[in-house]
Structure formats: structure tokens, C-alpha cells
């Protein structure tokens, strides 16, 4: 036993540390300025309007409802940049409000709600820290809206409708249209989303179900939400007129190729904080004494673990290719709430193993969480790569070379505009310059940097002098 003031204190760091692992991303947004996509679907508003322009994606591009719903409700279809950093924090704070009830409302309720909220900060802190590509998950807005929200959203249906069991009369009602809600808009994000909010509320209703011994219909109305959201988002024209102009591949190679994907991403991980960050959290977690073990078996959730992350790597591949980075970003939410679940599945014998250990009772944890801070430190993550930035002073430069562009452009008074190039930031930046020559340049000139100068009211913008691709160094 610990005295009351080393348990406030352990209380304290358990929060403090994620919550620190996380400030950085938030420090970041504040440099944060559009990229790409960003510009296209503000452009398509300012055409179009907000109903015509969602209506041309659904009908040539995508299914994607909610997240082009939300990309193209940035201040930029306003034709201002006031106020982008504040949609890029309001889509991390979703996120990271959802794996906070997330383990609020999965972990039992004899675990402090303290604790439980820690848990859910260790999660958006591993997720953030160790996502493939942060400049897409976060920075580019597009890509934020598409992934990271489906993200934030399945963690809302997840918690929600775990919610509406230990909630009665309005707060339950209220839990339950919520999740309803989530599930419609998770499904609208992403395929990988659709697929995983459909799986989990089944998952959830068959649960409720067998422990209830009787159908669930109102878990029942959030499945049929579910498949009805996955339905528009799937079947939608957009998505059979971009997929001729892709390759594809059939479902037996696709699950092949997501197989060996899901087998190269899961072993970069395994190698970074995740895998003793998760032990770390659920060795220091106060479990309640002689509680029910009715969740899965280990076994059955490392398997579900598994086949969850090979599937989601299947599913783009069905465009043909690998898994791109953006789409990776996704996975290793999956990836890391499965390491957890799994962790969680092993807290008994994990508490007898360190039982044995000698030394105090939060020696192993603190060991393990001290491992996980020094993978996150010094291997290539993003953690890593956002504290740099903002340390080096490379998020103000690359902000005040933006800022310098944008304010060049509005003073130019011709139609065609040169602008200086910009030289990248590791963790804001992810896309080419939009400006940049040579590269594509049809889907360029056709798309890219064409919405850009459009957004502008120019009819072309140039760069002033050639910038050639590189990879920043080590």
C-alpha cells in the first residue's frame, strides 16, 4: 500500500503524461494552413454552393457523405483562412474527446473515473504518436475529415451505445440517439469506418442480446443506422466512376494484399511505445477486486484484433496497390485499441506475473511506461517529429512562408501570379506544393493548383523558381 499522497501523485502523472504526449499536436495546429484538397473543396463551394458542390461528389467522386460534408464546410468556402487552425484542433478534439468515452464507458465502473479517463488519454496519445502519416491524419483538413473523424466517430458509437446500459429514462434516451447519430456519421467518413461501425454495432447487439436473453432492438436501431449509412456511402456513382479510373484488384487478391500490409504495418508498431504503453496502462489501472471476467477471452480478442487490422488493410486494396499512408492512419487506431483490448483480456495473469516481481507494485508499470516514452522519443515517430518541429522553430518558419504566400497573392493584381516555393515542415506539411511544375502535371493543372489560384481569383499561379523534391534528411 501506498500513502494517500504517492496515490494522488501516481493519479496525477497518469493523466499528466498522456496529456503531454498530446499537447504538442495541438501546439501544431495553430501553424496549420490548407493544403491541396483543402483549396478544391472550398473552390467547389464557391461554384457550386455547399448542396450542389456535396452533390457533385456524390454523384463523380465519392460516397464519402460526411466527410465531404465537412471538408467543404471550412472557413475557406467562406473565402477566408480566418479560423483554419480551429477546424484543424476541433476535428483532433473530437478524436480525442471519443477515446476518452471511449474507456469511460468500456472499462468497468468499480475502475475511478479518474482512471478511466487516463485510459482513454493513453489511447489518443498512442494513436497520435504513432500514426504513419500526421501531416494527413491531422494537418491536411481533407484528410482529417475523412480519417480522423471516422475514427472519433466509431470511438462515439462504441462508447454510446456501451452507455445506454448504465444510463435510465432521458440520459439513456439521449445516449442512444447519439449513438444512432455517430453511426451515421462514422459511416459517412470512410470505408474502412463503414465497415468497422457496421462490425461493432453488431458486435455490440449480438453482446447485449445473449446477456439480456432477448433482442435488443434499440442496440437494433443503431445496426440498422449502421448498414443503412454504410449503404449510401459504398453504392454511391461517385465511387463506380473514380474506381474506372483505377486499376483494381479482386477480393481474393485484395485480402491477400491486406494480409501482407496488415503483417508489415503490425510489425513496424510492435516495434514502437504502443505494446508497453498498453501493459503499462492496464498494470497501473486499479482494478476492482474479485470482478466478473465475462469479457472475451484473450484468445478470442487477439484473433479479432488481427482479423480486424488485416481486413481494414484489404479494403483499399481493392483500388489496386498497398495501403496508403492515410488510410494506414486508420488502421493503427484499429491496431492500437486492439493492443489495449488485448492487454486488458491478460490484466489477471499480467498482475500475477508482476505480483512475483520484487519491488514496489508500480515499479513494472512505471518501467514499461518509461520503455514506451523512449521508443516514442527516439524512433522516427510523430511524437517525435511535432515536438521538433516546434522546437527547431520549423512550424513558425513554414507558418510565415505561408502567410508571405498568401498575402503576395492577394496583393498581385494580375490574373497570372508567380509566388514564392516553400520549403516543407516534417510534421504540417504532406503534399506536394500545389504550385509544383512537372509533377502530374495534367491532374495538376486540371485540379490541384487550378482551385488554388481559382480560390484566389486568379486565373494561374506560378512558382517564381523551380523547387526540386526532396526527402528531408535524418
Not at 494517500?4 to 502523472?13: C, F, K, Q, T, Y
Not at 435488443?216 to 448498414?227: C, K, N
Not at 456511402?233 to 483494381?248: F, S, V
Request: aromatic content about 10%.
Amino acid at each position: 500500500m501506498y500513502s494517500p499522497r504517492v496515490n494522488r501523485l501516481a493519479r496525477s502523472l497518469a493523466a499528466a503524461v498522456p496529456a503531454a504526449a498530446i499537447a504538442p499536436f495541438f501546439a501544431l495546429a495553430a501553424y496549420a494552413h490548407p493544403q491541396n484538397d483543402d483549396w478544391g473543396f472550398a473552390s467547389m463551394v464557391l461554384k457550386f454552393g455547399y448542396g450542389g458542390a456535396n452533390a457533385v461528389w456524390y454523384r463523380n467522386w465519392t460516397g464519402r457523405y460526411l466527410s465531404t460534408a465537412w471538408a467543404s464546410a471550412t472557413p475557406l468556402s467562406m473565402r477566408t483562412l480566418t479560423g483554419f487552425p480551429v477546424a484543424v484542433a476541433a476535428n483532433l478534439a473530437l478524436f480525442v474527446g471519443g477515446a476518452v468515452a471511449l474507456a469511460l464507458a468500456i472499462l468497468p465502473r468499480e475502475v475511478p473515473r479518474r482512471a478511466r479517463a487516463a485510459v482513454g488519454l493513453v489511447l489518443a496519445a498512442l494513436h497520435l504518436a504513432t500514426m504513419p502519416s500526421i501531416a494527413e491524419g491531422v494537418y491536411w483538413f481533407s484528410g482529417s475529415s475523412t480519417y480522423l473523424l471516422g475514427s472519433a466517430f466509431l470511438a462515439w458509437v462504441v462508447a454510446l451505445s456501451a452507455a445506454v446500459d448504465r444510463l435510465e429514462g432521458g440520459r439513456r434516451r439521449a445516449a442512444l440517439a447519439g449513438a444512432i447519430l455517430a453511426a451515421a456519421l462514422a459511416a459517412g467518413t470512410n470505408e474502412i469506418a463503414a465497415a468497422c461501425v457496421v462490425a461493432a454495432a453488431a458486435g455490440r447487439l449480438a453482446w447485449a442480446s445473449r446477456a439480456a436473453r432477448r433482442v435488443r432492438w434499440d442496440l437494433l436501431a443503431v445496426v440498422a443506422v449502421a448498414v443503412a449509412g454504410a449503404a449510401v456511402e459504398l453504392l454511391a456513382p461517385g465511387n463506380r466512376a473514380r474506381a474506372a479510373t483505377q486499376a483494381g484488384a479482386p477480393v481474393g487478391a485484395a485480402l491477400a494484399i491486406g494480409v501482407a500490409w496488415a503483417g508489415r504495418w503490425a510489425l513496424e508498431w510492435l516495434q514502437g511505445p504502443i505494446v508497453p504503453a498498453a501493459l503499462a496502462t492496464v498494470a497501473a489501472v486499479p482494478w476492482p477486486e474479485g470482478g466478473d471476467d465475462r469479457g472475451p477471452r484473450p484468445a478470442v480478442v487477439l484473433a479479432l484484433w488481427a482479423a480486424a487490422v488485416a481486413a481494414a488493410c484489404a479494403l483499399p486494396s481493392l483500388a489496386g496497390g498497398g495501403v496508403p499512408t492515410r488510410a494506414a492512419n486508420a488502421v493503427n487506431w484499429l491496431f492500437v485499441v486492439g493492443a489495449l483490448a488485448t492487454a486488458v483480456s491478460l490484466r489477471r495473469p499480467l498482475a500475477g506475473l508482476l505480483g512475483r516481481l520484487p519491488g514496489p507494485r508500480l515499479a513494472a508499470p512505471i518501467a514499461l511506461a518509461a520503455l514506451a516514452i523512449a521508443l516514442a522519443a527516439l524512433r522516427p515517430t510523430s511524437l517525435r517529429l511535432a515536438v521538433t518541429d516546434l522546437a527547431s522553430g520549423e512550424a513558425r518558419r513554414y507558418d510565415a512562408e505561408m502567410r508571405l504566400r498568401h498575402a503576395s497573392l492577394r496583393a498581385c493584381p494580375y490574373d497570372v501570379c508567380d509566388v514564392p516555393p516553400v520549403e516543407p515542415a516534417l510534421s504540417l506539411w504532406w503534399f506536394e506544393d500545389a504550385l509544383l511544375e512537372g509533377y502530374e502535371p495534367q491532374f495538376f493543372h486540371g485540379y490541384k493548383d487550378a482551385t488554388f489560384a481559382y480560390w484566389f481569383g486568379k486565373k494561374r499561379v506560378r512558382l517564381a523558381r523551380p523547387w526540386a523534391v526532396s526527402t528531408p534528411g535524418p
